[in-house]
């Protein structure tokens, strides 16, 4: 659908370059439209990896099919370079920061330590053990109520089916991004299996418990933002080990709110 809708779009050959961003199959299936239209691919967000083509699914395969169809690669950390270059791309890679933090500058400004913890579980990799997963955090919302969990549901029915026997979480509705937002600056800790909000929260300096078994975003590990949980029986021990030590004050890996501005410096003199 969205590579039929492209195809018509008003004087597609009149443009030298398509950009697209993240990983998205919306992404893929522009890039590939711009492919076949013999127009150039800007990649915004080019070169995380996983190396689990399954994990996260279908996002894995969609960034690497990208990067072999780009021309100009935008990563976000050296890392990310790295990654290009062991695929043999090797040419016009910009180290940028993430643009997705770019939005983020006046909410860092006000970021504190609530006591709230935000939970995102949505993965359809996830979805087969989700009931085992949302059990063991309900069991540590009932353990430690000066604490509020809260559990924005995702639109996915299923996921609505199962969070709602769960009585100690706080269900609220689906959050749009600046919603989110307003939860993620002030809350004590984050709990998640979404990609982006890795980066988000490690941006206001929180810690973030990734329910996965791998990340493509390992920067964070390193820095101490991230600690992966690959299993829902060791998330009563990570989260209590966390909680114990909840404050981090480094900089963040994967950008510092300006990449944006360093996009356009690149691209006016490419182009």
Known sequence: MIINTLKNFPNLNNYRYVLVQGDTTAALSSAICAFNNKTDIIHLEAGLRSFDLFSPYPEEANRKLISNLAKIHFAPTNLSKKNLFKENIKKNIFITGNT????????????FYGNKILITLHRREKLEELDQWLCRLDEL?????SLEFIFPIHP??????????????????HLNHSELLDILYQCKLVITDS??????ASFFNKKVIVCRDVTER???????????CDNYKKIGVT??????NYKIS??????????GSRISKILKKLL
């Open 141 to 145: 919302a009932s353990k430690n109520k």
């Open 250 to 259: 480094k900089t963040c890996p994967y950008g510092d709110g300006c990449s």
């Open 156 to 173: 996915n029915p299923l996921i609505k089916k199962i969070s709602s026997k769960f009585s100690h979480l706080k269900k609220i509705k």
């Open 239 to 244: 989260f209590n080990k966390v909680l114990k």
């Open 218 to 228: 390992p920067e964070g590990i390193k820095s101490g933002h991230l600690i992966m």
């Open 195 to 200: 990609g982006g909000i890795q980066e988000e």
């Open 100 to 111: 997705s933090l770019d939005n983020l500058l006046s909410y860092k400004k006000k970021c």
